[in-house]
């Protein structure tokens, strides 16, 4: 994803549009953030978020407490083949094999339960 001003993207031509709202009284930052907006997967998708700040530079600087901040996050994403996805949820057209999950998937591990710890008093747990 990009980092570009998403307010000039229309909400209504997106699939997907979020916008949020942080205010904080106090804000304290150890290391300088490196902030990302990412939809991993397929179908691809083109997103466009930005961030509007009050009270809080850019970049921020480590050990620095602000106060009275507030964060205004929009992102807004589009499918960049809309038209194919829903042609293919309607079955007009045969589903792409990116999309398709894997025919034997690599079977996972199951977690072995914990082993049983004797009780301090000799009794056996249940």
């Known amino acids: 994803s990009q980092q570009k001003d998403a307010s000039q ?3 209504e031509s997106a699939d997907l549009a979020i916008t949020a709202t ?7 930052f150890e ?3 490196n902030p990302t907006v990412e939809f991993p997967g397929r ?5 466009v978020w930005d961030a ?16 009275d901040i507030g964060i205004r996050l929009k992102i807004v994403s589009r499918f960049a083949d809309i038209d194919r996805i829903v042609a293919e949820a309607l079955g007009e057209v ?14 996972q591990p199951t977690a072995q339960p914990p082993a049983l710890t004797p009780r301090p008093n000799g009794g056996t747990p249940r």
């Open 94 to 107: 045969p589903v792409a094999d990116q999309m398709l999950p894997p025919e034997n998937p690599t079977p």
């Open 9 to 11: 993207v229309p909400e």
């Open 22 to 28: 942080v205010t904080a009284k106090e804000l304290r």
């Open 52 to 67: 509007v700040r009050d009270n809080l530079p850019r970049p921020v600087k480590p050990g620095v407490t602000y106060r």
């Open 31 to 33: 290391a300088v953030p």
């Open 43 to 47: 179908p691809e998708r083109d997103t």
